[in-house]
């Protein structure tokens, strides 16, 4: 059994599940100043109040995992990152501390909503320039980082860090319809057209970039017969594409346009993923020349066999409690006033 590619793979899923499920909500609070009333925003924050921090334990088992599992990996990513990571961290801090103290306030709301923006907003960001920093390149030598403290601040890494931020005020949008009726509902069914434009867009512009940032991605993308791995990818974007267009012009279903949103971040994600195998940092860098030794791994595996399952469980099962609408005027929050 290959023990460091399926690690590579249960990362994976772990930074895809985080990428989707704290997506949505880190998207509510970039859109927060936007929504334009006080009970908007309540019902808003409402919709994400039950999930919000259980989405974060997927970050954590990601970076976590990433320490465990391909230390070499860690080694060099952590140095070439420490600014965007830590700025993730410090506004992942500021947006919890914003969702529990808006309830308690009336004078210093306006403070706290503008914290729960700027919090999400830097997150979001952030994570897309970690995305664009590792897609670039990291200079290793050795067995070491060798870059410099702002080699993330690229033009490149800018671009991807806009478009996580437009991508996941999307799933933001598209959340609340499934969530909510009535204005809100419209109101967030107009941005999710304007912020649909605006994604794919931005994935466009990241695919026609890629390729010429790393000779690997290039040859991978335009030479045969590795072409026909990527080639579906663009087809089935467009088929999602067009279905969250219809949804969102039709009002057939509420979840359709989520569902569409969340396909768009999938097919990206396997795109890089195609991209980048066997590295796990390209171009130097594979999964097996970072990986932990055969006997931590195994070690590890019997860990997240059981654990993975439990969390993906009683997340189920949350989504699955406060499944449906909810109203304004009611909420988990209530009974605090």
Request: net charge neutral.
């Given at each position: 059994?290959?023990?460091?590619?399926?690690?590579?793979?249960?990362?994976?899923?772990?930074?895809?599940?985080?990428?989707?499920?704290?997506?949505?909500?880190?998207?509510?609070?970039?859109?927060?100043?936007?929504?334009?009333?006080?009970?908007?925003?309540?019902?808003?924050?409402?919709?994400?109040?039950?999930?919000?921090?259980?989405?974060?334990?997927?970050?954590?088992?990601?970076?976590?995992?990433?320490?465990?599992?391909?230390?070499?990996?860690?080694?060099?990513?952590?140095?070439?990152?420490?600014?965007?990571?830590?700025?993730?961290?410090?506004?992942?801090?500021?947006?919890?501390?914003?969702?529990?103290?808006?309830?308690?306030t009336v004078r210093w709301r306006f403070v706290w909503d503008m914290s729960f923006f700027v919090g999400s907003l830097v997150a979001a960001f952030a994570q897309g320039v970690a995305l664009g920093t590792i897609v670039q390149g990291i200079r290793m030598e050795g067995r070491a980082y060798a870059g410099g403290w702002f080699d993330w601040a690229t033009p490149f890494s800018m671009t991807t860090g806009a478009a996580v931020t437009v991508g996941y005020a999307l799933l933001g949008a598209t959340w609340i319809i499934v969530k909510t009726e009535g204005p809100l509902n419209r109101l967030a069914a107009r941005y999710a057209g304007a912020l649909m434009i605006a994604t794919l867009a931005a994935i466009g512009m990241v695919s026609v970039w890629m390729p010429f940032l790393q000779p690997t991605f290039y040859s991978r993308w335009f030479s045969f017969p590795q072409i026909l791995l990527v080639a579906p990818i663009p087809l089935v974007l467009g088929f999602a594409a067009v279905s969250l267009h219809r949804s969102l012009r039709d009002h057939v279903s509420s979840t359709r346009p989520f569902l569409a949103a969340l396909t768009l971040f999938v097919l990206s994600f396997i795109g890089i993923g195609i991209s980048f195998y066997p590295h796990i940092l390209p171009p130097e860098l594979t999964i097996w020349q970072a990986a932990a030794p055969d006997s931590s791994l195994k070690f590890l595996l019997v860990g997240a066999s059981v654990l993975i399952p439990l969390i993906l469980a009683y997340t189920g099962y949350a989504y699955w409690v406060f499944r449906g609408k909810v109203i304004e005027g009611e909420g988990y929050h209530q009974h605090h006033h």
């Amino acid at each position: 059994m290959d023990l460091p590619l399926v690690w590579a793979f249960i990362l994976a899923f772990a930074v895809l599940a985080y990428v989707v499920l704290d997506g949505f909500d880190l998207g509510i609070g970039i859109l927060f100043p936007f929504l334009k009333r006080e009970e908007n925003r309540d019902t808003a924050i409402n919709t994400i109040a039950p999930f919000w921090d259980g989405n974060e334990t997927w970050l954590i088992l990601g970076g976590g995992g990433l320490f465990a599992v391909f230390p070499l990996a860690y080694a060099v990513v952590m140095p070439a990152l420490y600014a965007p990571i830590i700025a993730m961290l410090l506004a992942l801090v500021f947006r919890g501390v914003a969702f529990e103290f808006r309830f308690r306030t009336v004078r210093w709301r306006f403070v706290w909503d503008m914290s729960f923006f700027v919090g999400s907003l830097v997150a979001a960001f952030a994570q897309g320039v970690a995305l664009g920093t590792i897609v670039q390149g990291i200079r290793m030598e050795g067995r070491a980082y060798a870059g410099g403290w702002f080699d993330w601040a690229t033009p490149f890494s800018m671009t991807t860090g806009a478009a996580v931020t437009v991508g996941y005020a999307l799933l933001g949008a598209t959340w609340i319809i499934v969530k909510t009726e009535g204005p809100l509902n419209r109101l967030a069914a107009r941005y999710a057209g304007a912020l649909m434009i605006a994604t794919l867009a931005a994935i466009g512009m990241v695919s026609v970039w890629m390729p010429f940032l790393q000779p690997t991605f290039y040859s991978r993308w335009f030479s045969f017969p590795q072409i026909l791995l990527v080639a579906p990818i663009p087809l089935v974007l467009g088929f999602a594409a067009v279905s969250l267009h219809r949804s969102l012009r039709d009002h057939v279903s509420s979840t359709r346009p989520f569902l569409a949103a969340l396909t768009l971040f999938v097919l990206s994600f396997i795109g890089i993923g195609i991209s980048f195998y066997p590295h796990i940092l390209p171009p130097e860098l594979t999964i097996w020349q970072a990986a932990a030794p055969d006997s931590s791994l195994k070690f590890l595996l019997v860990g997240a066999s059981v654990l993975i399952p439990l969390i993906l469980a009683y997340t189920g099962y949350a989504y699955w409690v406060f499944r449906g609408k909810v109203i304004e005027g009611e909420g988990y929050h209530q009974h605090h006033h």
